[in-house]
Every structure is written in structure tokens, then in C-alpha cells.
């Protein structure tokens, strides 16, 4: 069974930057997908970036540019960077491993909070 578990949250003002970390656990790491989704109240969960096992990434329209997804095989964990954070990336941030071959995601962390304020 798959285990994420995530750190980094907090609060900052708009401007500012924090790093995000996920370590899983329970799963072969290195071939599989891993995410970042974020989700505010009453709205759907979005995939703000994401990574597969190669190290390609692709991000949401809304973060490109600005947030940096990264990988560490070796300590199995992701991170996501943030940088020129607005108020508008407040969400609870969520890491999620998709299983290599698989189409959707799995798995996913408790979340952690972001707050950014104006």
C-alpha cells in the first residue's frame, strides 16, 4: 500500500515562495508518476504539476512558469517550488502517485495547507 505524506505548508505573502515535499512509501518509486493537486472549497481537485519516473513534467496553465516540480529517485520523494506565490494559489496541496501504466492517480497524501496572503 502506497504511502504519501506531505510537508512544506504554510503561510507567506504574495511574492514569496515555498517548497513543497511528499515522501512516499510502499511502492517502487522511481517508475511511477508522481503529482501535485490542489483543491479550495467548493471547487474540483486540479493537477497543478506533475512528473513521471523519466523526469518529464508538465504543469496547469495557471502555475507554468512559476512553480518547478522535482524528483529524488533515491529518497523517494517529490517536491514542488513555488515561487511568485499570489492569493489565489491558497489551497490545501495534496501529493498523488499514479501507478506506471495506469491513466489516473491512486494514491494520495492528508494534504497541507498554503496560504497566501495579499
Known amino acids: 500500500q502506497v504511502q504519501l505524506v506531505e510537508s512544506g505548508g504554510g503561510l507567506v505573502q504574495a511574492g514569496g515562495s515555498l517548497r513543497l515535499s511528499c515522501a512516499a512509501s510502499?511502492?517502487?518509486?522511481?517508475?511511477?508518476?508522481m503529482g501535485w493537486y490542489r483543491q479550495t472549497p467548493g471547487k474540483q481537485r486540479e493537477l497543478v504539476a506533475e512528473?513521471?519516473?523519466?523526469?518529464?513534467?508538465n504543469y496547469a496553465d495557471s502555475v507554468q512558469g512559476r512553480f518547478t516540480i522535482s524528483r529524488d529517485n533515491a529518497e523517494h520523494t517529490v517536491q514542488l517550488l513555488m515561487n511568485s506565490l499570489k492569493p489565489e494559489d491558497t489551497a490545501i496541496y495534496y501529493c498523488?502517485?499514479?501507478?506506471?501504466?495506469?491513466?489516473?492517480?491512486?494514491?494520495w497524501g492528508q494534504g497541507t495547507q498554503v496560504t497566501v496572503s495579499s
Open positions: 498523488a502517485f499514479k501507478p506506471a501504466g495506469r491513466a489516473e492517480y491512486a494514491s
Open positions: 512528473i513521471t519516473g523519466g523526469g518529464t513534467t
Open positions: 510502499g511502492t517502487i518509486f522511481s517508475i511511477n508518476t
